[in-house]
């Protein structure tokens, strides 16, 4: 005998939404201190997060054009103007080989992002635990409404 499988509609409550609204409001307000951070640095914020992206790379990964363009969620050919403005701007190295091109910081680059990521991380201290506590109420009570409901 097949066993029945019925899908439960999820319930989204009232409380869910003000706490989703809160999250989003507390990431739209991290993310608008980033830009101005790369701004007041002298980039934009789409060169500091190719900068980022390239140091923040997983050892086990490459930085190459296709492996930025994953990482940023932007197309090859965005990615690889992105990659030109930092080079003319001398925050990023290109190598080649074969026809596989990667790319690394430079000195300038690696100097530039530190200034930037050290303002990041003050400004995450003061307002992280806002964000966390946000997307705690978010996800809380639906991670314990699905334990109950799964007894």
């Known amino acids: 005998m097949k066993k029945r499988i019925v899908a439960t509609r ?4 009232d409380s869910d939404y003000r706490s989703l609204a809160e999250f989003r409001h507390h990431i739209r307000r991290y993310l ?49 103007e992105l990659i030109d403005r930092a080079e003319r701007n001398e925050l990023v190295t290109r190598t080649r080989s074969g026809s596989v091109v990667m790319v690394g910081l430079s000195r ?13 991380l003050k400004e995450l201290r003061v307002a992280g635990p806002a964000l966390v506590d946000a997307l705690q109420n978010l996800i809380g009570r639906n991670a314990k409404s699905r334990k109950i409901r799964d007894k």
């Open 10 to 13: 999820a319930v989204v409550r």
């Open 32 to 80: 608008e201190f980033s830009d101005h951070a790369a701004r007041a640095a002298g980039i934009e914020p789409q060169q500091y997060q190719l900068l980022l992206a390239i140091k923040g790379m997983p050892e086990s990964d490459t930085p190459t054009v296709g492996a930025l363009s994953s990482q940023l969620r932007v197309r090859h050919h965005s990615t690889v």
């Open 108 to 120: 300038k680059g690696e100097r530039l992002l530190e200034r930037v990521v050290a303002k990041r």
